[in-house]
């Protein structure tokens, strides 16, 4: 796998198609990289503590590779 940590990549399908973005995490057996501010869900967490609130939490999601051109190296 040629895209790291710290690379700078740009989206190349989905719905963020065009945008680019930093690197922050790269799983080559699973051939995907996490993106800084990319591919963006909405998580349902459960309260974990009896006073506290459930609540949605937005987060990145890994993308594929195939997904990805490599703009500039770390």
């Known amino acids: 796998m040629k895209i790291h ?3 700078i990549v740009k989206i190349l ?3 963020d198609r ?4 930093k690197v922050l995490e790269a799983f080559p057996k699973k051939e995907r990289v996490l993106v800084e501010g990319v591919n963006k869900v909405k998580k349902h967490e459960r309260p974990r503590k009896a006073n506290q609130k459930g609540q949605v939490v ?3 999601m890994p993308i594929h590779i195939s997904n990805v051109a490599l703009v500039k190296k770390k």
């Open 5 to 7: 940590k710290g690379d």
């Open 13 to 15: 399908a989905g719905r």
């Open 18 to 21: 065009g945008k680019s973005g």
């Open 58 to 60: 937005e987060r990145a």
